[in-house]
């Protein structure tokens, strides 16, 4: 029997909500096991999957090294693994939600550093007249320290953060820190502020697949399974139909509107969902009409974009 393909979720709080709302969307769920707190999971709608339920940051791990097979965690820590992560890890998907963004931020009596190279100078003077390097309070070492290097900022020392990493200036333990921040309300509580280029990373849920891990023909044809339906569920928020009572000479502005981006449907056209109004405009000012619009709940492809990645990445598959 085929080893069943293992895809890693998270196990609790915010994220593990939102990516059981994204995958209901997909028409898909989890059927635990052990009950409600077991930590593994079947995915029903899709055969030859198996679900571990894991923290984000044992995803990323899992990940990395070829532990698990696909996983969804937050691009923040899996950047956090260090070194050339793409050459490991392939990220399938950005699932817009999980948002948060990775920044440098500074107590806001700093008046007169708005970006690094007022820290970078801020940094050399500390140096220079205390002989002590500036002092970093953060989760994110590798990140800081790429960040860091790339902005030429040389005179600061790490301090590992094991706490509240926003309340390391006011506590006298560092001078600013690095830290994850969504609405950026509690830095503002902190009295905190962050640099104009100060963002290291705009983070996001990410939809990853491993490139370490053992994958088998069987384990892969239940990724792309997998894939082709996200992808098409995808495509369907974004699409709409359009149908009319057809005419004689409809060839020709079917034509014209399949050249401006539609995909030709055998009753009507595929549209973009931004685009319904204008196409259905060019539609009745040619007479055509009434125009129905239906949104499609998948639209599936002949090519699966991701799957094609996947397996170019997969020597052996």
């Known amino acids: ?44 709608g899709v055969d030859g999957i198996s679900v571990r339920l894991l923290s984000a940051g044992d995803i990323a791990e899992a990940l990395d090294l070829g532990e698990v097979h696909l996983g969804i965690t937050g691009e923040d820590l899996l950047r956090e693994r260090g070194g050339d992560v793409d050459s490991r890890v392939l990220l399938l998907r950005a699932l817009g939600f999980g948002r948060a963004d990775l920044v440098v931020a500074l107590p806001r009596s700093w ?52 706490g509240a990493t926003e309340g390391a200036p006011a506590a006298g333990a560092a001078e600013l820190i690095v830290d994850i921040t969504t609405t950026g309300a509690t830095l503002e509580a902190n009295d905190l502020k962050i640099l104009s280029d100060g963002i290291i990373l705009r983070s996001q849920a990410q939809f990853a697949a491993s490139l370490r891990a053992d994958w088998s023909r069987g384990q892969f044809g239940a990724a792309e399974r997998f894939l082709r339906i996200i992808e098409a569920r995808a495509t369907a928020h974004e699409s709409a139909t359009l149908i009319w009572p057809p005419a004689a000479d409809d060839e020709v502005l079917v034509e014209a509107l399949v ?11 595929l549209v973009a969902a931004d685009q319904i109004a204008q196409v259905s405009a060019k539609l009745t000012a040619a007479g055509r009409g009434p125009v129905t619009v239906a949104r499609p709940d998948f639209v599936f492809d002949t090519v699966s974009v991701s799957s094609d990645q996947l397996k170019d990445r997969l020597d052996h598959i």
């Open 1 to 44: 029997m085929t080893e069943p393909l293992i895809l890693a979720i998270p196990s609790k709080g915010r994220l593990k909500e939102q990516v059981e709302a994204w995958l209901a969307d997909c028409g898909l769920s989890l059927a635990m096991s052990g009950g409600a707190r077991g930590y593994r999971a079947d995915l029903k």
């Open 259 to 269: 050249t401006a981006g539609a995909i030709r449907r055998p009753n009507g056209l």
């Open 111 to 162: 008046l007169d550093v708005e970006d690094m190279s007022d820290l970078e100078d801020v940094a050399h003077d500390l140096l220079v007249s205390t002989g002590r390097r500036m002092r970093v309070a953060t989760k994110y070492l590798v990140q800081t320290r790429q960040f860091f290097s790339r902005h030429g900022i040389a005179d600061y020392r790490i301090t590992e953060s094991g």
